[in-house]
């Protein structure tokens, strides 16, 4: 699967270090595809990291079959 990031994102990921990629294809692959509130051609994926415990959303799109652009990521505690 290919990842195209959101200028947004791209900020966004030098402050947060700690969500690297691999924790966001984890949180899209095991979590339930469920719309955003306030974008509706945007979905969320919610799902707890099994290394630390902690839940991570993940604001993306499909672009295509294959692609997918991140929005964001953040802690959620």
């Keep these: ?3 195209v990031y959101s200028e947004h ?3 966004k990921s030098k402050i947060r270090k700690e969500i690297t990629i691999d924790l966001i294809e984890y949180a899209i692959q095991n979590s339930n595809e ?3 509130k306030h974008w509706p051609d945007a979905s969320n994926a919610v799902c707890r990291v099994p290394p630390m415990g902690r839940i991570l959303k993940v604001i993306y799109k499909r672009i295509g079959k294959d692609k997918i652009k ?3 990521a953040f802690w959620l505690d």
């Design 1 to 3: 699967m290919k990842y």
């Design 9 to 11: 994102w791209k900020y």
């Design 34 to 36: 469920m719309r955003d």
């Design 70 to 72: 991140i929005i964001t």
